[in-house]
């Protein structure tokens, strides 16, 4: 094996192998051998979010839907019965289809003015990141936005995501894949970007996979 060549994360060095690095959003089938399965939890305490239960146990061997991916290596799973748990990457034993997600149409939003997305569904499938999600997720009261314009009040790096006043006053947080254009930014004596730290308002979710796809962007393009 080349030197250069990293399987897995370097930080875990007892915990069980990864059978899929990164585990994305789509389907997927959580390892079906009983020791396998018990012992792919190393990492976490029984009965915590993250940790080994009976009711993960009964679904090992299952196909499901990653709803969600964070940070720590876990992810959130939705299953057929409608049940949603919480696995380490190292429970998935196959990645059966990777959904596509929707691209970045501006990759560094600065304070300033924007306009969102004009079409209809790729403004839906915008916010294929936060499923359910109450203050990042689709909503009819956003979709009525369409296309409109709004002022940049904050960015949040940690997930991605910003904070829009559209001109009436309303405001609404929306994943930078929302955004289709930045028509303005503002002279803030610098870059014009202040980066807000997560604080309590938010948690890092999502994170990783636009990370990953930033990295695999940045190497296609200099390798082109």
């Known amino acids: 094996m080349p030197p250069f060549e990293c399987r897995h994360p370097p930080f875990i060095e007892l915990a069980p192998a990864f059978h899929v690095y990164p585990v994305q959003h789509g389907l997927i089938r959580l390892i079906s051998d009983p020791d396998a399965f018990r012992r792919s939890f190393a990492r976490f305490t029984d009965g915590t979010r993250n940790g080994y239960s009976t009711s993960k146990w009964q679904h ?9 991916v964070y940070d720590d290596l876990t992810v959130s799973i939705e299953f057929n019965d409608g049940e949603m748990l919480d696995f380490p990457f190292e429970t998935v034993e196959e990645q059966l289809y990777v959904e596509r997600m929707p691209e970045y149409h501006v990759d560094c ?10 079409d209809a569904e790729a403004f839906r499938n915008s916010f294929a990141r936060f499923p359910g999600d109450p203050l990042d997720g689709y909503s ?3 979709f009525e936005r369409l296309g409109q314009m709004a002022q940049v009040m904050e960015v949040f790096e940690d997930d991605d995501t910003v904070l829009v006043r559209f001109d009436d006053g309303v405001e609404f947080s929306v994943p930078f894949e929302t955004i289709e254009e930045q028509v303005t930014v503002d002279d803030m ?10 604080g309590s308002r938010r948690r890092s979710r999502g994170g990783l996979i636009s990370s990953i796809r930033r990295s695999l962007a940045s190497f296609d393009s200099a390798t082109s």
């Open 60 to 68: 090992r061997g299952d196909e499901g839907n990653v709803i969600d």
């Open 109 to 118: 939003i600065r304070h300033g003015r924007v306009r969102l997305l004009r």
């Open 140 to 142: 009819d009261a956003k």
């Open 189 to 198: 004596g610098g870059s014009g970007h202040i980066e807000t730290p997560g």
